[in-house]
């Protein structure tokens, strides 16, 4: 089974997986993880308790806010062939690995692969140019 969590400070996870849902009208279980809430679990906890919840053949995608940061520390430990941990979260990333099919496993090329188009959703509209045809009008 395919797995997928979204991790990050604060509530960017929960908005995530919310749009997500909205948005696919998924299925899928999509656990979100928001660290360092006042009132929220403790992320020490809540990551090896959700890891033993899995089974081992078990296909799981974490997506976290940022390299680096804390909460993408505590997946690090995790990461092997079946556990892929990528950073940067955003919607078109979280759309790509929610809707690609569960056929096939992820890889390491189409994981990147995955990535160099969503890194392509990512434009200074400002400077993009669009041809407006005239017909459109």
Same mark, same amino acid.
Do not use: W
């Given at each position: 089974?395919?797995?997928? &969590? ?5 509530? +960017?996870?929960?908005? @995530? ?19 360092? $809430? ?11 308790? +959700?890891? !033993? ?7 799981? &995608?974490? @997506? ?14 995790? #990461? ?5 941990? $990528?950073?940067?979260?955003? +919607?078109?990333?979280? @759309?790509?690995? &929610? $809707? ?14 995955? +990535? ?5 959703? #990512? ?7 669009? !041809? ?6």
């Amino acid at each position: 089974m395919r797995r997928f &969590i979204f991790a990050s400070h604060h509530k +960017l996870a929960y908005g @995530l997986k919310d749009t997500v849902n909205f948005l696919t009208n998924s299925t899928k279980d999509i656990y979100d993880i928001n660290a360092y $809430l006042d009132d929220g679990e403790n992320i020490d906890e809540i990551v090896p308790q +959700l890891f !033993q919840s899995f089974e081992p053949e078990d296909e799981v &995608i974490v @997506l976290t806010d940022m390299m680096g940061g804390s909460v993408y520390q505590k997946f690090y430990p995790y #990461m092997n062939d079946k556990v892929h941990v $990528l950073c940067g979260m955003n +919607l078109p990333m979280a @759309l790509s690995f &929610i $809707l690609a099919s569960e056929e096939i496993p992820f890889t390491s090329d189409s994981i990147q692969s995955i +990535l160099n188009d969503c890194k392509n959703q #990512m434009v200074y509209v400002n400077n993009f140019s669009v !041809q407006v045809d005239e017909d459109d009008e």
